[in-house]
């Protein structure tokens, strides 16, 4: 089991551009989320998924779109890059939505200038 | 909501004991978590507790749950320079997404 890979680990983007996160995992998990982790914030929920076809905002949606096509699959989109969407991005998974242990994936470091 | 705080730094001696504490406001929060980050890595679940146990004991680690207060603490035994990480405590109810705290970055010095 690869558990959940994240892709890019870096990326650097100008204000207004656009790009996507990609999210996946192989353990047949419903639930998964993406957070974002800032200094002395702890991780705060974007979005999350409790299974492919559904998808809700967490705590900080505004300016990220997400889709659930497959159990797989979580991307996560930024629309138009914002320098206050510099952050350290994770992904994470569960078989469920409480109760159940999360697994997080190694993180994307995203810099907006 | 539910809201998890934690002191943002700590620093312990190599051999000494660490406590990392933890308050949440929601006393319905069923399962409490302590998740380590090591740098430039993702989070990794150390060990949990369901709100019906005062206390876990799971080799180095001790967990602690007063519910009165809604107070939870990690104590980590003999702590190690390895045990240099930030750790996050982190709550929910079934059903529901996680809250996660602030984290706490654990210093241990030589």
């Known amino acids: 089991n690869a558990g959940v890979t994240q892709t890019p680990k870096f990326q650097v983007l100008k204000t207004g551009q656009s790009m996507t996160l990609q999210c996946a995992q192989d353990?047949?998990?419903?639930?998964m989320s993406w957070y974002r982790q800032d200094p002395g914030m702890g991780l705060r929920l974007i979005h999350y998924s409790v299974g492919a076809g559904i998808t809700d905002q967490g705590e900080v949606p505004n300016g990220y779109n997400v889709s659930r096509s497959t159990t797989e699959d979580f991307p996560l989109r930024l629309l138009s890059a914002a320098p206050s969407q510099t952050s350290v991005y994770f992904c994470a998974s569960s078989p469920g939505a409480g109760g159940d242990e999360q697994f997080f994936g190694p993180g994307t470091r995203l810099t907006v200038l | 909501g539910e809201d998890v705080e934690q002191s943002l730094f700590l620093s312990v001696r190599e051999g000494d004991s660490s406590v990392i504490n933890c308050t949440y406001t929601?006393?319905?929060?069923?399962?409490l978590y302590w998740y380590k980050q090591e740098p430039g890595a993702g989070l990794q679940l150390l060990t949990y507790?369901?709100?019906?146990?005062d206390m876990k004991q799971d080799q180095r680690l001790t967990v602690l749950l007063n519910k009165k207060d809604k107070h939870l603490s990690l104590r980590i035994a003999d702590t190690q320079t390895g045990d240099s990480a930030i750790y996050f405590c982190?709550?929910?109810?079934?059903?529901?997404?996680?809250?996660f705290g602030p984290g706490t970055r654990l210093s241990v010095l030589p």
């Open positions: 353990m047949n998990h419903e639930y």
């Open positions: 507790i369901f709100s019906n146990m």
């Open positions: 929601d006393s319905s929060s069923t399962y």
């Open positions: 982190a709550v929910n109810n079934y059903g529901q997404n996680f809250v």
